[in-house]
């Protein structure tokens, strides 16, 4: 193969090496960029799940505090289940009652029988009248958890609606971070290839120089070695001729300047 071939193939050789070197190039860019973005929705994502943990933890202790508050509605309605079968049904008349015999017995003088007949019946009133109390505080009380009940709920309603936001927010990323890591994966194995094309690319690239190199100094060396044995020849058929001249010399023939230049260049006898 001529020179000028051999020049032109590892030319193409070494252009081609270079676009799969620009083509690698674009990859990695490419590649560096998705990373950066499989980074970033890591990261947002790690901050949701964050959150949600977080608001967990708080719609946790406040369900704690709903069990407790339940526990006492329960031990609280057991209460006044027994206050209520223990009480009269007329609590405002026997109140009534109970306060009209009490000052009954503060102003006026009361023989023995009335004292002892009022006394009982005082006693059977406040009985009454305690149980009826009993009752209405502990329904007040149980009002009054119901409502704290309905607060804490509603606060725990709050932070689990909270938390299923920032539980679909987390599985976007997720989603995102699943998308990008699949991008990279259809990447990365023409990467390779490309990778794998340079390193072909350039071994070929470098056996055609080698080749091409080899050849040129062979043809140069071919080339130099032509040159002088062409001198040599020259040389030779150039002293013939001074010789021959300084021969026609002697015998008497006059030389031209060129015929005396080749004597002293070439050394006649």
Known sequence: MALE?????????NTKTRELVEDSRESTQRVK??????????????????????????RDEVNHKIKVKVDELNQLQDGIEDAKKSMGTGFKEA?????????????????????????????????????????????KGFRNIV???DALRKEAQGYHEQMLQHAKASETFHDSVQDVYKKIKAIEPDHKVISDRIRDAKKQADTAHKYFVTEYEKVKGERVAAREQSHKERVTEMRKKADQLMAEFKTGRKLTTDELQIIAGYGGD
């Open 5 to 13: 071939d051999l020049k032109k193939q590892r030319d193409e050789l």
């Open 95 to 139: 109140k009534k009652q109970l306060e009209r015999l009490e000052w009954q017995v503060q102003t006026q003088v009361l023989n023995v029988k009335q004292e002892e007949k009022i006394a009982r019946k005082i006693e059977e009133l406040e009985t009454e009248v305690g149980s009826s109390e009993e009752f209405f505080e502990k329904r």
């Open 33 to 58: 960029k998705l990373r950066n973005e499989l980074r970033d929705a890591k990261k947002k994502r790690d901050e949701e799940n964050k959150q949600v943990q977080e608001l967990k933890k708080k």
């Open 147 to 149: 409502k704290g009940l």
